[in-house]
């Protein structure tokens, strides 16, 4: 038996960027560059300046310079039609002839998208390595029993809500065993891997503050952007870490999303960029936070709205009230 449903990240790989703006009719107003680069007036607004709107071709990604934002060929397709990720992603299997189908039989799930013209396996992008006791079971078979009443999440301030919202729990098999589990989505809800938050010295110095999956880039997401993006219009706020997000979204500031590090990489500069035009940034309270202001204001000033909030030398979001986080971004 199978289900209807649309593999995102292989949809993306799939499916060229070139190939919809011809679709769109868009390609021959642009011209082509170095690099498989067009530049041109915007599509999507309607613009007439000749460098406004630039394309990677080899990367899947576009970006207005002026006022739409940038994305892959998915964020694309929803703001020249209106419409929703979902639609979108139907749109783009139908005029490209990709099915994707989902087996279900009991615990076992298999995945594959297809070709309707040339069959061939496809494998979803940066798919991380998830080994399991019993075999390589699914991600979300790894999530479903997780104590979710583990001392050490209502010792960093989280409330019940907050901990179901975001999926946590402790994690007592496969390669996060002993560690907080927290699930990472993509910017379309799908879950892509989960961290594995270290409780004691011991996990630290063995393997790191976070163990991630294998094969996972942290680079090519952004921390709670699929919940954030519902109220991105107004602008999103960028924190560093997992908790720093989830504690701004318990103050009730649900617009928020971490980089999961200190560091902005392109893909995530896309991200953001195709998601809002105005960011408050909020990073740690020490040298490396301040560098990644710097970094922020370098490389995105020209394109969006930036505010920075200081904090305080050896602050960081995570452990501010309530109170206080209202105080400094209401």
Not at 14 to 30: F, S, T
Not at 247 to 270: D, I, Y
Request: proline content about 4%; overall charge neutral; glycine content about 10%.
């Amino acid at each position: 038996m199978t289900e209807r449903w649309i593999d995102f990240g292989a949809l993306k790989s799939k499916v060229p960027i070139r190939d919809v703006l011809a679709r769109y009719g868009h390609l021959n107003r642009l011209k082509e560059g170095r690099n498989g680069r067009l530049t041109g007036p915007c599509p999507i607004h309607g613009g007439k300046s000749p460098t406004a709107f630039n394309v990677d071709t080899e990367k899947g990604i576009f970006n207005c310079f002026s006022e739409c934002g940038g994305g892959n060929v998915i964020d694309l397709v929803m703001k020249l039609e209106g419409c929703d990720v979902r639609a979108a992603g139907e749109k783009l299997c139908s005029w490209f002839n990709l099915s994707f189908e989902r087996k279900k039989a009991g615990t076992e799930k298999s995945a594959s998208v297809s070709q309707k013209t040339t069959p061939k396996a496809a494998v979803p992008e940066h798919q991380p390595e998830h080994q399991e006791e019993g075999g390589n079971a699914p991600l979300e078979r790894g999530l479903q029993n997780l104590n979710q009443d583990h001392p050490y999440l209502f010792e960093r301030g989280l409330t019940v809500e907050t901990i179901k919202t975001f999926g946590l729990g402790y994690c007592t098999r496969g390669i996060m065993r002993g560690r907080i589990a927290i699930p990472i989505h993509d910017a379309a809800g799908k879950l892509v891997a989960y961290a594995g938050r270290a409780l004691s010295e011991e996990q630290v110095e063995a393997e790191g503050k976070y163990k991630l999956p294998r094969g996972f880039e942290k680079s090519r997401e952004l921390y709670n952007l699929n919940r954030s993006r519902e109220s991105a219009a107004s602008g999103l706020i960028v924190v560093e870490g997992f908790f720093d997000a989830m504690h701004v979204s318990q103050a009730g500031f649900r617009n928020v999303v971490a980089l999961m590090g200190s560091t902005l990489s392109e893909h995530q500069e896309h991200l953001l960029s195709g998601a809002t035009d105005r960011l408050v940034l909020m990073f740690d309270g020490d040298e490396s936070g301040e560098k990644c202001v710097r970094e922020f204001y370098r490389r995105l000033r020209r394109r969006l709205y930036l505010k920075e909030i200081h904090l305080e030398e050896g602050q960081q979001p995570d452990g501010l009230s309530d109170e206080r986080l209202k105080e400094l971004l209401g």
